[in-house]
C-alpha cells in the first residue's frame, strides 16, 4: 500500500508543529514558509514553545533552523535563549566525541570490536557535527561475549557503573549480563564525567535482538574515527528504537528524518529493502508517516509502505501527551500499551515468550539482589512484590 495522505487527520498543537519542522534537516524554503505562518498566526504563547524543545530534546535543531531564518517572527529573547542553550550542548557533544575516540581506541587495543550508534556520533556522521543533537550519552555496542572484558576497560579508564558506584562484583556482573541489555557508565570528573551507555544487546526483546543485531554489529562506515553500521542497518536499528520508545519525543524522529534526507533515492530503497529484511518495516512505515506530518520529510507518494494505523493513532497521541506523568493509572496505561506496541512488532506467536520474560525482571530488582544462574527464578518471583512496593514507597 502506498504512503496514504490521509493520515493528517490527527492535528498536533501549535507549538508541537512549529518544534517539528524546526527539526527538519536539511530546511527547506516550504518548511520555513510554514513555520512563519505558524509563528505570525497561531503562537501566542512562546514559553510553550520552549517547553515543547525541551520535552522532545531538539534543541540544537530549532536553533539551528532560527539561525537560518532571521525573518522568522520570533521573540529576540526568545533567539537568544536558544543560542545559548545551544552552545553549551555544542560543547557537551565535543567532549563525547573526544571521549568516543578514546573508548573505541582502548577496546579495539584491546582486541574488542567496538561499533558506535545514535548519538553523538549519529550526528556527526548525519549532521555533520555532534552540535546537532542534544545526547545525555555515547552508545557503544560491542558482542555479548565481549562485554565483560569491556567493562574492565571502561573501569580501567576510569569509568564507574552509575547503578554501582562501587564497584561490579562478580556475581551482580554476571546477573546484568544475563538479563539486561546495556549498562550505563560515568567518566572520571577530570574528563566531564562523560557518560556512557555500553551494549550487548540493542533491544531487551530478544526477537528484535536477532532480527536488527546481524547488521548493527557490524561496523562498515567511519565518521570522525568512529566506527559505525552501515546506513541502511542504522536506518532500520533507529526506526525500531523509536518505535519501540512509542515516538514519544521527536529526537528520535528526526535522527531517522534526517539519515532519508540526506540519502539517494536508491539509498532509501535500500534502507527499505533492509527493513523488511530485518522485519522492521512496519516502524519503518510509521516511522515515514509522522516524519512527514510532523517534520515535513519528503517521502514519495509512491513509496511502498505497510499500512500501520492503529500504531501511528498510538504515537501521535504519545508525541502530543505528556511525556512524564505522576498519575498511578497512567504509568499503568502507559506500561500496558507498550506491551500492546511490542506485541504488535513481534514475528508469530514463537517470540511471545521472549517478549514477555523480559518484562518479568526488573533491572532494579538485580541492582538490589544479585544472584546467581541457579536462582535467576527468584527475580520472576519478586516482580510484582517489588514493582508494588515501589509504587506506593514513591521509590
Known amino acids: 500500500m502506498a504512503l496514504d495522505p490521509a493520515s493528517d487527520h490527527f492535528v498536533f498543537a501549535a507549538p508541537t508543529r512549529f518544534v517539528g519542522l524546526c527539526c527538519r534537516w536539511p530546511q527547506t524554503d516550504e518548511n520555513r514558509a ?43 529573547t526568545f533567539r537568544a535563549a536558544c543560542k545559548e542553550a545551544a552552545r553549551q550542548i555544542t560543547m557537551r557533544g565535543l567532549r563525547q566525541l573526544t571521549e568516543a ?17 545514535k548519538g553523538p556520533t549519529l550526528a556527526a556522521h548525519v549532521f555533520g557535527s555532534p552540535a546537532f543533537k542534544a545526547c545525555k550519552d555515547i552508545d557503544i555496542y560491542v558482542p555479548p ?32 549480563l544475563r538479563h539486561m541489555k546495556d549498562l550505563e557508565f560515568i567518566g572520571p570528573p577530570a574528563r566531564g564525567q562523560v557518560q556512557l551507555e555500553l551494549h550487548w544487546r ?9 532480527r536488527v543485531l546481524s547488521g548493527l554489529s557490524e561496523g562498515a ?33 528526526a535522527d531517522v528524518a534526517a539519515l532519508w534526507e540526506t540519502s539517494s533515492e536508491a539509498v532509501r530503497a535500500d534502507f527499505l529493502e533492509r527493513a523488511r529484511a530485518r522485519g522492521v518495516l512496519p516502524a519503518c512505515a ?30 501521535q ?34 517470540e511471545l515468550p521472549q517478549t514477555v520474560s523480559r518484562f518479568l525482571v526488573s533491572p532494579r530488582d538485580i541492582f538490589a539482589l544479585p544472584l546467581p544462574r541457579a536462582l535467576d527464578w527468584v527475580y520472576v518471583v519478586i516482580r510484582l512484590p517489588s514493582y508494588i512496593y515501589r509504587a506506593l514507597s514513591g521509590r
Open 34 to 76: 510554514r513555520l512563519d505562518r505558524i509563528a505570525r498566526t497561531e503562537i501566542t504563547d512562546w514559553d510553550a514553545v520552549w517547553q515543547e524543545i525541551e520535552r522532545h530534546r531538539v534543541l540544537p535543531l530549532v536553533a539551528h533552523t532560527l539561525h537560518g531564518s532571521p525573518d522568522l517572527p520570533v521573540p529576540d
Open 286 to 315: 510509521q516511522a515515514l508517516h509522522l516524519a512527514r506530518d510532523l517534520i515535513g520529510t519528503s517521502v514519495d507518494a509512491q513509496t511502498q509502505l505497510p499500512a500501520v494505523p492503529a500504531l501511528l493513532r498510538h504515537a
Open 202 to 210: 540493542v533491544s531487551s526483546y530478544d526477537g528484535i535482538n536477532r
Open 317 to 350: 497521541s504519545h508525541i502530543a501527551g505528556p511525556y512524564y506523568t505522576t498519575s498511578r493509572r497512567a504509568r499503568a496505561q502507559r506500561h500496558l500499551g507498550k506491551l500492546w506496541v511490542h506485541w504488535r512488532y513481534m514475528q508469530g506467536w514463537r
Open 145 to 176: 561475549d565481549q562485554a565483560a572484558a569491556a567493562m574492565v576497560e571502561l573501569t580501567q579508564m576510569g569509568f564507574r557503573p552509575l547503578e554501582a558506584p562501587d564497584g561490579l562484583t562478580p556475581r551482580l556482573q554476571g546477573a546484568i
Open 221 to 253: 562506515t567511519t565518521t570522525a574515527g568512529l566506527t559505525l553500521p552501515e546506513d541502511a542497518d542504522h536506518f532500520a536499528y533507529l526506526c525500531q528504537h523509536g518505535a519501540n520508545h512509542e515516538w514519544a519525543r521527536l529526537k528520535w524522529l
Open 101 to 117: 575516540r578514546s573508548v573505541e581506541a582502548r577496546f579495539v587495543k584491546a582486541g574488542l570490536n567496538p561499533v558506535h550508534f
